[in-house]
Structures are given as structure tokens and as C-alpha cells.
């Protein structure tokens, strides 16, 4: 039975994502947690004699403008969201560990998180499903589908439904 889950939601990610978590709140009657994380260390990268302080606000704006208009699109729909913008310390942890430790303080049951990107730096990124999955024992879903400029549903991925399987 899936009572509360985290929908964690990246800038590439949304509609599959988006839509699929819907369904399942719908489908559960789930309370929906929404998160999006800001990993600083991004803009540190490579650069020591830098001033990330720019960067990092536009990071930050970004990901509350992402919180917002994902708000906006559950809102619309009848569902509603808490929504957390999390900034990764750093030193000490990693995106991945920043979204199991926040589905932990909530005790959800099912966290959804986006499809892993593919392309030549994939090497060099962490593999937020694994790491969310070694740090949590709720059960962690990748949804693929890319993001609409609108983020409507399109042609979602199916449902999780009470007992934690997708109703294909």
C-alpha cells in the first residue's frame, strides 16, 4: 500500500514522472511529497579561483521556479503537493543520499525518481536510484518520459498501484 511518497523532480524529468505520480496518489489516495535537489558542488567544479555565489542563485531560483511550476501542475489536477527545494551540503553527502534521508524523515513508502541520463559524462555522475535505494527502505521506481514545455501528461507510464506494482 502506498500511502506517501516522495517524487523527486529534476529539470530533464518531469512529465512521465509527474504524470505517473498522480495516478498513484489517485489510485492510493497518497500523500505526495515533492523534491528537487540543489548540489552546489556543481558549480564548484574545476574552479578554484571562482565566486559560485552567482551560480548558486541561479541554481536556487531555478529549482524554486521548478518547485513552483510542479506545484502549479499538481494543483491544477486536483492533487495536492508539499514541495522542498534540499542544497546538498558540501562535503558529506551526495543528491541521492539528500533524497533517501528526506524520504526517511517522512516515512514514505515509494519514492519515484526521473530516468538516468545518457551521454558521454554519465561516468562521472552518481547514480541517484542506487544510492536512494541503499539508503532507504521505501521502494524506489525510475519513470522515464521526458519533460513538455507544459509539463501535460502525454503518454505516461502506468500507475503504482496499493500493492507497489505497476498496473500494466
Given at each position: 500500500?502506498?500511502?506517501?511518497?516522495?517524487?523527486?523532480?529534476?529539470?530533464?524529468?518531469?512529465?512521465?514522472?509527474?504524470?505517473?505520480?498522480?495516478?498513484?496518489?489517485?489510485?492510493?489516495?497518497?500523500?505526495?511529497?515533492?523534491?528537487?535537489?540543489?548540489d552546489p558542488l556543481s558549480c564548484l567544479a574545476g574552479a578554484i579561483d571562482f565566486d559560485c555565489s552567482l551560480v548558486m542563485d541561479a541554481m536556487l531560483a531555478q529549482g524554486r521556479q521548478l518547485a513552483a511550476t510542479t506545484e502549479e501542475w499538481f494543483n491544477a489536477r486536483g492533487c495536492a503537493v508539499q514541495s522542498e527545494l534540499l542544497v546538498v551540503p558540501t562535503h558529506g553527502a551526495s543528491c541521492g543520499e539528500a533524497i533517501a534521508s528526506y524520504a526517511n524523515r517522512q516515512q514514505v513508502d515509494l519514492v519515484l525518481l526521473g530516468s538516468r541520463k545518457s551521454d558521454w559524462m554519465q561516468w562521472l555522475r552518481e547514480d541517484v536510484a542506487a544510492v536512494v535505494m541503499r539508503n532507504t527502505s521505501a521502494s524506489v521506481r525510475r519513470i522515464p518520459g521526458a519533460a513538455s514545455k507544459d509539463l501535460g501528461v502525454g503518454s505516461a507510464p502506468h500507475p503504482i498501484s496499493a500493492s507497489g506494482v505497476s498496473s500494466a
Amino acid at each position: 500500500m502506498v500511502s506517501k511518497m516522495v517524487v523527486a523532480v529534476g529539470t530533464d524529468d518531469a512529465e512521465g514522472l509527474l504524470a505517473c505520480a498522480l495516478e498513484t496518489s489517485r489510485r492510493n489516495d497518497a500523500k505526495v511529497f515533492m523534491v528537487h535537489v540543489v548540489d552546489p558542488l556543481s558549480c564548484l567544479a574545476g574552479a578554484i579561483d571562482f565566486d559560485c555565489s552567482l551560480v548558486m542563485d541561479a541554481m536556487l531560483a531555478q529549482g524554486r521556479q521548478l518547485a513552483a511550476t510542479t506545484e502549479e501542475w499538481f494543483n491544477a489536477r486536483g492533487c495536492a503537493v508539499q514541495s522542498e527545494l534540499l542544497v546538498v551540503p558540501t562535503h558529506g553527502a551526495s543528491c541521492g543520499e539528500a533524497i533517501a534521508s528526506y524520504a526517511n524523515r517522512q516515512q514514505v513508502d515509494l519514492v519515484l525518481l526521473g530516468s538516468r541520463k545518457s551521454d558521454w559524462m554519465q561516468w562521472l555522475r552518481e547514480d541517484v536510484a542506487a544510492v536512494v535505494m541503499r539508503n532507504t527502505s521505501a521502494s524506489v521506481r525510475r519513470i522515464p518520459g521526458a519533460a513538455s514545455k507544459d509539463l501535460g501528461v502525454g503518454s505516461a507510464p502506468h500507475p503504482i498501484s496499493a500493492s507497489g506494482v505497476s498496473s500494466a
